[in-house]
């Protein structure tokens, strides 16, 4: 029998997806079969981007990569996992400070579903500063933000925050 395919989780905000969330999805992608981003649909966050918007610029962006797909969860992650029969969550670390908070995740969800693993993967040095956050802020002040996302991010930032003529 042939083994079962490989299938990661890697699941975010994604409001917006940068360069940071890319290089995790072409380095993930190949450490299995297949990898699903999923965006997360968050009552509580005031997102930038709606739900729909983000997936479609994920699309966009990793349209060429077969072995990726785009798709969004409510609820628990360890149930979506569960539900996609995924044993894995990729996260990405950037620096000491994300520890804390991903550390606790993983504790948690590894508490809720003892079969499913967390890896990380360490962010590349030239993204390891970038965050959907500052990328935000940098965009809302008309600063120029095209060297941390990838260019349909950028177009859509851009219409967001226009700059003053
Ligand atoms: O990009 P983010 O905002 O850091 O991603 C956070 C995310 C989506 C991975 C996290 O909020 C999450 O998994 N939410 C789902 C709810 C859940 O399962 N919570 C309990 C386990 S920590």
Same mark, same amino acid.
Do not use: H, K, N, Q
């Given at each position: 029998m042939a083994p079962a395919p490989v299938v990661v989780i890697y699941p975010?905000?994604?409001?917006?997806?940068?360069n940071g969330h890319l290089d995790m999805i072409e380095r993930g992608a190949r450490l299995c079969d297949r990898l699903v981003i999923a965006v997360l649909h968050n009552d509580v966050k005031q997102p930038l981007f709606t739900v729909a918007e983000r997936m479609e610029m994920l699309r966009e962006v990793v349209a060429h990569m077969d072995k990726v797909e785009v798709d969004c969860f409510a609820g628990l992650l360890v149930a979506y996992a569960a539900q996609r029969d995924a044993r894995l969550i990729l996260r990405g670390i950037? %620096?000491? %400070?994300d520890y804390e908070y991903e550390s606790q995740m993983a504790l948690m969800n590894r508490r809720l579903d003892k079969g499913i693993e967390t890896v990380f993967l360490m962010a590349s040095e030239e993204n390891s500063f970038v965050s959907s956050r500052l990328v935000k802020e940098v965009a809302r002040l008309g600063g120029d933000i095209s060297s941390f996302v990838p260019a349909p991010v950028a177009r859509r930032l851009s219409a967001h925050f226009p700059k003053p003529l």
């Open positions: 975010g905000s994604f409001d917006p997806m940068t950037r %620096a000491i %400070a």
